[in-house]
C-alpha cells in the first residue's frame, strides 16, 4: 500500500531534550515535506527537499533541521526542542513539482 | 510573498444544502491550486487540484472548483451536503512546476447540521 509514514505518532517530552521524528515514504517520490500545523494558523511549511541531499527551508524553519541521505526517508530533527514547537506535525511526499502532496498521519509533540 | 486568504474561519450548513468554501490567493502569476480535507484526527487529503485547461475541476467525494482568474479565487463546491462532510477544508497553492513552498490557507471548518 502507497503511504507516508510518521513515528512517533505521539511524544511528550522536556524543553531541550533533542527528538527526531522519522518520515518514510514507499512512492519513490523525489519531493518531501514537513509542516506544522497550529489551531488558527493553517499548515506552515518547515523545510522541503528535492531529492536526495537537497533540501530548503521553508516558511517557519527556524528550531529545526532536517537530512535526506536516502529517498524515502526524511526525519525531522528538533536540536533543542521548546515549548513554541508544540504542535502537529505532517510529512509529506509527492511525486512531480507541483503535484499532489500525500501526507502522513502527523505527529502530536508537546514539549513541557 | 505568495499567500492565500480563506476568509470563513467556520460555516455551517444544513445537510442537504448546498456549500460553496472561498479561497482568494494573491500573485502574480496563475499558481497551482489545490483543496485539501481533514477530518477530525486524520491527516490531509486531496480532494482536487487545478493545473491548467478547464476552469471547472471535479474532485472526489461529489466536490467540484471553478478557478476565477480575474477574481484570484478557487471556490470550491458541493451541490448538496452530508453529515460525514464535516471536516475543516484547507486551500493551498505552489507557486510554480519548480518545487517550491507549498502555501496552505489557514482553514474553514464546515458544521453539518441535521
Known amino acids: 500500500e502507497a503511504q507516508v509514514t510518521q513515528n512517533p505518532r505521539y511524544l511528550i517530552t522536556v524543553t531541550g531534550k533533542k527528538l527526531t521524528v522519522t518520515c518514510s515514504q514507499n512512492?519513490?517520490?523525489?519531493?518531501m515535506s514537513w509542516y506544522r500545523q497550529d489551531p488558527g494558523l493553517g499548515l506552515r511549511q518547515i523545510y522541503y527537499?528535492?531529492?536526495?541531499?537537497?533540501?530548503d527551508k521553508g516558511d517557519v524553519p527556524e528550531g529545526y533541521k532536517v537530512s535526506r541521505k536516502e529517498k524515502r526517508n526524511f526525519p525531522l530533527i528538533l536540536e533543542s526542542p521548546s515549548p513554541n514547537q508544540t504542535s502537529l506535525y505532517f510529512c509529506?511526499?509527492?511525486?512531480?513539482?507541483?503535484?499532489?502532496?500525500?501526507f502522513g498521519p502527523g505527529t502530536r509533540l508537546t514539549v513541557t | 510573498a505568495q499567500s492565500v486568504t480563506q476568509p470563513d474561519i467556520h460555516i455551517t450548513v444544513s445537510e442537504g444544502a448546498s456549500l460553496e468554501l472561498r479561497c482568494n490567493y494573491s500573485?502574480?502569476?496563475?499558481?497551482?491550486l489545490f483543496w485539501y480535507v481533514q477530518s477530525p484526527g486524520q491527516g490531509l487529503q486531496l480532494l482536487l487540484k487545478?493545473?491548467?485547461?478547464?476552469?471547472l475541476v471535479q474532485g472526489i467525494k461529489g466536490f467540484e472548483a471553478e478557478f476565477k482568474r480575474s477574481q484570484s479565487s478557487f471556490n470550491l463546491r458541493k451541490p448538496s451536503v452530508h453529515w460525514s462532510d464535516a471536516a475543516e477544508y484547507f486551500c493551498?497553492?505552489?507557486?510554480?512546476?519548480?518545487?517550491?513552498?507549498?502555501?496552505f490557507g489557514k482553514g474553514t471548518m464546515l458544521l453539518v447540521s441535521p
Open positions: 487545478y493545473f491548467s485547461g478547464d476552469t
Open positions: 512512492m519513490n517520490h523525489e519531493y
Open positions: 527537499s528535492m531529492n536526495v541531499e537537497v533540501t
Open positions: 500573485y502574480g502569476a496563475t499558481p497551482y
Open positions: 509529506a511526499s509527492s511525486l512531480s513539482a507541483g503535484g499532489e502532496q500525500y
Open positions: 493551498a497553492v505552489i507557486l510554480d512546476s519548480g518545487y517550491s513552498t507549498l502555501t
